[in-house]
């Protein structure tokens, strides 16, 4: 079982599109692990994009991300990295496949709604920036083995 940072960015929250895109994830079978709506301090958006630092939309990226609150999440579920990519699609959204958040719901690279770790390693990393261990969520639904093959207990 795998989990990985989900971010509602800015864009996301001011649009009212939480709902719908948190719909997305449980539709899929994600399962939900912790969830914090926050404002995201300067400190805070310069660590979780630390490797982007240097780059030209470094600056435009900060600014959006702590211009208004976010809602950050963990998500659990086998190949849950790759799900959620998949869910939220291509970084640009005009590169985003139909049906993706990004697609659906996104123009451009800048305000493109959300943010989802990349890989196992930036999981475990982004999981421990933004959460806590007292704030992950150990539990199971009545329906985890008709959607996980293999069931944790
Ligand atoms: P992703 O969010 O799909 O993981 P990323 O890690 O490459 O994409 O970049 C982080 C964010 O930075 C991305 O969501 C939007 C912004 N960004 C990336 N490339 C950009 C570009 N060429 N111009 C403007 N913003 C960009
Ligand atoms: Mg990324």
Redesign the pocket.
Known sequence: MERTLVLLKPDAVQRGLIGSIIKRLEDRGLRIVAAKFMKVSQDLAEQH?AV?KGKS?YTG?IEYIIASPVLAMVWEGPAAIAAVRQTMGA?RPTEASPGSVRHDYGLE??R?LT??S?GPETAIQEVALWFSDNELVDWQRDFDRWVFETVDD
Request: proline share 0%; glycine share 10%.
């Open positions: 994009y982007h939309f990226l970084t690279v800048g493109n943010h989802a990349d």
